[in-house]
């Protein structure tokens, strides 16, 4: 995973580093990790940048749930700036401005990631802290690990022959989802999953129940999407595994949801490239804050619009419609997509459009633009997965430094509100 992956992915995830006393004088301390400190405040700023670049509702709940995961990221943090530390290792502030500007905020906005974060009222110095430490750790990893690091031609070899072999599972799915907001009224929602579960066994279809039930906040429904089967999590790979095209899985409990799966079909695909660079078009229809029969056919209705006619690659312009939406290009490779990227991108051709693809804030139709293949004088295939294999076990190295660091050092853990 490259550095700049990285960050995105743990978008806000860095306490500030914050002397003992002074912090056991102003704020309550969660943790002690060495001669440093993560307080209250860095729990509580690393939790806001969570949820806001998420999209998770900022309920106690919500919080209460998320806590113990962001204690632990912001430990490793810490262990990984002390490491840099005893290395020498120093991220100059022209470095780290650099890394932050080149970071995009969530959303089809084209503000800056400084501006978003402003406007949101969040903490700038918390995401200064995680980039600084994302960064030097990268320093250390490549000072450090680099020399246990060595690749065979032997692997490349094995490498080469099961890429000439391989090929991807692809499932197209679609879900009805109930959300189970606090333990009390578990048993209520458990009985509205069982109700759905006996219409849909009853012969009607998902979409045709979920009209029914979606105007609750607490039922959502996502219209058929492929994604790639090894990309899901294991308990849904073992629960579609017997699913033919067409049935239904019985209610699946999933943290605080139960989700009722329907497999639409299934193929293989070649694998993409990932040198392959695709032109996208991205259009991002508002959903409605209602969500009853009528506006959900109005959204219906707009997506059937845009899907049959979004415009040109050349214009943000697209056809007059009853809902506002968003226009935003961007240019992608395959090889920094994520997996439900690649699947959704990997099934269209130049000038396709996606099906549409429900997210909670808005109903997104992706738009293949242009589409670039690697040229002959790009580096050689087994070049290629030398550095692929190459990356890959400098991130096994960098695991394994983090384990020891986790395990040598003074860890004392006093729990977060």
Request: with cysteine; charged share 25%; net charge neutral.
């Given at each position: ?402 384990r020891n660091l986790r395990r040598d050092a003074y860890i004392d853990i006093?729990?977060?509100?």
């Amino acid at each position: 995973m490259n550095t700049l992956t990285r960050m995105i992915v743990v978008l806000g995830l860095l306490c500030s580093v914050v002397p003992l006393q002074a912090a056991a004088q102003s704020v309550g301390i969660v943790a002690v990790v060495g001669d440093d400190v993560i307080t209250t405040a860095d729990v509580g700023a690393r939790r806001d940048l969570i949820m806001a670049t998420s999209g998770i509702e900022p309920t106690p709940e919500n919080q209460e749930k998320i806590t113990p995961r962001i204690v632990q990221v912001l430990i490793d943090e810490m262990l990984e700036m002390q490491e840099a530390k005893r290395q020498s290792l120093e991220v100059p502030d022209d470095e780290l401005n650099k890394a932050i500007d080149a970071l995009a905020t969530r959303g089809d906005t084209k503000e800056s990631i400084r501006e978003f974060i402003k406007r949101r009222g969040l903490s700038m110095a918390s995401l200064e802290s995680q980039m600084r430490a994302q960064l030097a750790w990268t320093k250390v990893v490549q000072r450090k690990l680099r020399r246990n690091v060595t690749v065979t031609q032997e692997e490349v070899q094995r490498a080469q022959k099961a890429a000439a072999n391989s090929a991807e599972s692809q499932i197209r799915i679609q879900a009805l989802e109930v959300g189970i907001p606090n333990a009390a009224a578990e048993a209520k929602f458990v009985a509205l999953a069982e109700s759905m579960a006996t219409d849909l066994k009853g012969g009607a279809q998902m979409a045709e129940v979920a009209i029914r039930y979606v105007k609750q906040p607490e039922v959502k429904f996502s219209q058929p999407t492929w994604v790639p089967e090894q990309g899901l999590p294991p308990i849904l790979q073992q629960a579609l595994r017997n699913v033919k095209a067409g049935e239904y899985t019985p209610p699946l409990r999933a943290g605080n949801a139960i989700q009722i799966l329907q497999v639409v079909e299934r193929k293989t695909i070649a694998p993409l490239d990932g040198d392959t660079e695709y032109a996208i078009k991205q259009l991002a229809i508002e959903v409605p804050k209602k969500r009853d029969k009528a506006n959900l056919a109005k959204l219906s209705a707009v997506a059937a619009t845009l899907q049959a006619d979004y415009g040109s690659c050349d214009s943000e312009a697209i056809p007059k419609v009853e809902l506002p939406t968003a226009v935003n290009f961007t240019r992608l490779k395959v090889s920094v997509m994520s997996p439900q990227q690649r699947s959704i991108i990997g099934n269209l051709e130049v000038g396709d459009v996606s099906d549409p693809l429900m997210a909670p804030d808005a109903l997104r139709l992706v738009v293949v633009c242009e589409k670039t293949e690697p040229s002959a004088g790009n580096l050689p295939e087994a070049e290629g997965i030398r550095k692929q294999l190459f990356a890959d076990k400098m991130e096994l190295e960098a695991q394994k430094h983090l384990r020891n660091l986790r395990r040598d050092a003074y860890i004392d853990i006093k729990g977060a509100n």
